[in-house]
């Protein structure tokens, strides 16, 4: 059974920083790359970030460039994104999912597996 669990959301002023993780267990093929999407009141699930099983390639949504990166530890079965600069129109919930897509072929509806959510607050 795979699962995605999300952790580190939480309430934050503008500017400020927040890193989530997200642990995966189950995920029997090495070819899954995990990412992030992230969905807001009222909004259509959005692409933030995802990266590959190697971590040698990644991949952000325009909005976030540059204040955002994403990590993995194959060893904990965990990826990270850390959050920068953070503004308003950064809160939301912030989901991680898995893909056997290629991070640059996220964006698209699809993902073969999905987190519970972790809660982003932005406070101005």
């Known amino acids: 059974q795979v699962q995605l669990v999300e952790s580190g959301g939480g309430l934050v002023q503008a500017g400020g920083s927040l890193r989530l993780s997200c642990a995966a267990s189950g995920l029997t093929a090495s070819s899954y790359a995990l990412g992030w999407l992230r969905q807001a009141p009222g909004k259509e699930h959005e692409f933030v970030a995802a990266?590959?099983?190697?971590?040698?390639?990644?991949n952000y949504a325009d909005s976030v460039k540059g204040r955002f990166t994403i990590s993995r530890d194959n060893a904990k079965n965990t990826i990270y994104l850390q959050m920068n600069s953070l503004k308003p129109e950064d809160a939301a919930v912030y989901y991680c999912?898995?893909?056997?897509?290629?991070?640059?072929?996220?964006?698209?509806?699809?993902?073969?597996?999905w987190g519970q959510g972790t809660q982003v607050t932005v406070s101005s």
């Open positions: 999912a898995a893909s056997l897509r290629s991070p640059d072929n996220w964006g698209a509806p699809g993902y073969a597996y």
């Open positions: 990266i590959s099983w190697s971590g040698d390639s990644t």
